[in-house]
């Protein structure tokens, strides 16, 4: 092939705000594979908040990412070159090849995605590790039952979308948290949620308070910060918190809370999670989502950037909230 | 009868901290029983933080000490008078008549103590709601295997010590914090904790490092504030914090939390309890206590002050940490 690779390294860590320079564009062969291997040509690259602290070398549930090599995420593409029976030329891949346009698997961690009822960048999104931690964290943290109001954060998004989306199916009332009146327009009307909070209209706790007239029994935080500790004051007797990010600390900043005391007040349970350590729940969850997609009874929005060399500030703008739904890089030609 | 009971009423709420002026000593006639009740004398008052948290009224776990009312606590004494057949005179019994020398009640809210092996007082501590607390949050929440690493706070206290023993017993490698050099020894050396760090000392951090040098698995919390941050900071992996009691923030001063991003980072569960919400347990946790106090193999602290009227003082001292392990009041001659 004449074509080239190209790929996306991280160079430098950030300090504070993640920042151009700390990434580098470079072209690279297109990797020979051998036998068992197959070779993928990337169509889309997930971009998620998880990266963000993987660019730290600070303790944290994961390793970093090592400079100068290719940044870690997921990918959908689709097999170009097979020397592995279990995959033909052709067929549609999900894996987590990288910010780069072609990759190679010995086909242990790539899954085939089956595009003939739910499309391929679905795959990073409601039926991909977004709706798999919404479905883990809403079913097995949260656990609510029929009544009950759910909160969810950062609810435009892939994973907050489908967290409430999948609550209101249990007979929940829903209320999402989400920063401007566009984004709550859309949690509301597309979503189907009962009500949404604009953090950004700066009285958060008052708008809360209105939209949970019965308090909070279930929260889905991908925020922490002070989302976190305005629902903390809202929280019934024996609320369960999934903390699944905390979006508004990455970049260091401190994150002080200040209603910690009702986790005694209410005996509430709050446990941290990270979806890849459940690999057990993927099979049923996927199962699910992918007939609710098929079915066009779990809605999703996605907000696409062209080209690889895009990501970098497609990633900044996803940090800084300004994608709705799953942010995704197209690596092919539209 | 010619004697007369003595009471002490909350008269007013306190702002900020607890006050003598808070409470009022009154006289009062002793009360008259009719059929299937009994007339109790107390011997001993039991004083505890949760106290406090009943003196405000904000919304918390439970109703709040009305005013002008005798104040709520758990007491030990004897039946003195009995129209109830399962109570004789002589009999000794534990219940929650409150902060006065005679109490009646119909027999279901009180329980036979049997001081034949374990001192009554001790039905107040050890093998009363203090240790079932310890037993509980140790054993449904913190969970510890043999060989992890187990904290608890205010470890020279009736529950703390109590933590750390039966921690111990399972194997683990237990680590107290306790307020000055003296409760520390006594945690040391008396209760056979691994190692005891001193927050007045103003390196809790430091030291708690030094003393955890696997991290932390698990913690069971008595005071939130700054021990629970410098603890967030040690957590290893999949930990469990139960927790049973916050008294840095008893008079309402700010508790922020700086390390809550422990909680995903580390995937921790944490989870807030009360006791008297687990009734389920307590025949099992007062039988293996009590086989444990008779057999000398939990070992326990008094503190004990001398008459109602210095029940307020005795009080406020406990708030401040001035005692040394289960802090009561004897109401009867020594």
Same mark, same amino acid.
């Not at 709550?184 to 949404?196: L, M, S």
């Not at 708008?207 to 910060?225: E, S």
């Not at 989302?227 to 024996?238: G, S």
């Given at each position: 092939m004449s074509e080239k690779n190209r790929q996306i390294l991280l160079i430098s860590r950030p300090k504070g705000e993640v920042s151009p320079a700390n990434f580098r564009l470079v072209e690279a062969p297109i990797p020979e594979i051998g036998p068992g291997e197959v070779l993928v040509r990337n169509h889309f690259l997930s971009l998620d908040p998880y990266m963000r602290g993987r660019m730290d070398d600070a303790k944290s549930y994961a390793a970093s990412q090592p400079l100068d090599e290719v940044m870690i995420g997921g990918t959908a593409g689709e097999v170009i070159e097979s020397r592995n029976p279990e995959f033909a030329v052709g067929d549609r891949?999900?894996?987590?090849?990288?910010w780069q346009l072609y990759g190679k698997n010995d086909g242990r961690m790539i899954r085939k995605a089956d595009t003939s009822r739910v499309? @391929?960048? /679905?795959? *990073?999104?409601?039926?991909?590790?977004? =709706?798999?931690? !919404?479905?883990? #964290? %809403?079913?097995?943290?949260?656990?609510?039952?029929?009544?009950?109001?759910?909160?969810?954060?950062?609810?435009?998004?892939?994973?907050?979308?489908?967290?409430?989306?999948?609550?209101?199916?249990?007979?929940?009332?829903?209320?999402?948290v989400a920063g401007?009146?566009?984004?709550?327009?859309?949690?509301?009307?597309?979503?189907?949620?009962?009500?949404?909070?604009?953090?950004?209209?700066?009285?958060?706790y008052p708008?809360?308070?209105?939209?949970?007239?019965?308090?909070?029994?279930?929260?889905?935080?991908?925020?922490?910060?002070?989302? @976190?500790? /305005?629902? *903390?004051?809202?929280?019934?007797?024996? =609320?369960?918190? !999934?903390?699944? #990010? %905390?979006?508004?600390?990455?970049d260091g900043q401190p994150m002080p809370l200040h209603n910690f005391r009702s986790?005694?007040?209410n005996r509430l349970r709050v446990e941290g999670f990270i979806v890849s350590e459940h690999m057990e729940v993927w099979p049923e969850a996927?199962?699910?989502?992918?007939?609710?997609?098929?079915?066009?009874?779990?809605?999703?929005?996605?907000?696409?950037?062209?080209?690889?060399?895009?990501a970098p500030e497609a990633f900044m703008g996803l940090l800084k909230g300004r994608n709705v739904g799953k942010q995704l890089v197209r690596l092919v030609t539209p």
């Open positions: 891949v999900m894996g987590m090849l990288g499309p @391929l960048s /679905a795959y *990073l999104g409601a039926v991909g590790m977004p =709706g798999v931690t !919404a479905w883990y #964290g %809403l079913n097995r943290i949260v656990a609510p039952k029929a009544g009950e109001t759910v909160v969810v954060s950062a609810a435009s998004g892939a994973v907050g979308s489908a967290v409430g989306q999948l609550a209101k199916r249990k007979g929940c009332r829903v209320v999402g401007g009146a566009q984004k709550c327009a859309i949690v509301a009307d597309e979503y189907g949620f009962d009500a949404c909070a604009d953090y950004k209209a700066g009285q958060l708008d809360l308070r209105t939209a949970t007239p019965d308090g909070i029994d279930g929260y889905f935080d991908n925020v922490g910060g002070a989302t @976190l500790d /305005a629902v *903390l004051r809202r929280m019934n007797a024996f =609320g369960r918190i !999934a903390v699944c #990010g %905390l979006i508004s600390a990455y986790v005694l007040v996927l199962r699910e989502l992918g007939a609710l997609v098929a079915a066009g009874e779990l809605k999703y929005r996605e907000t696409i950037a062209q080209g690889l060399e895009n």
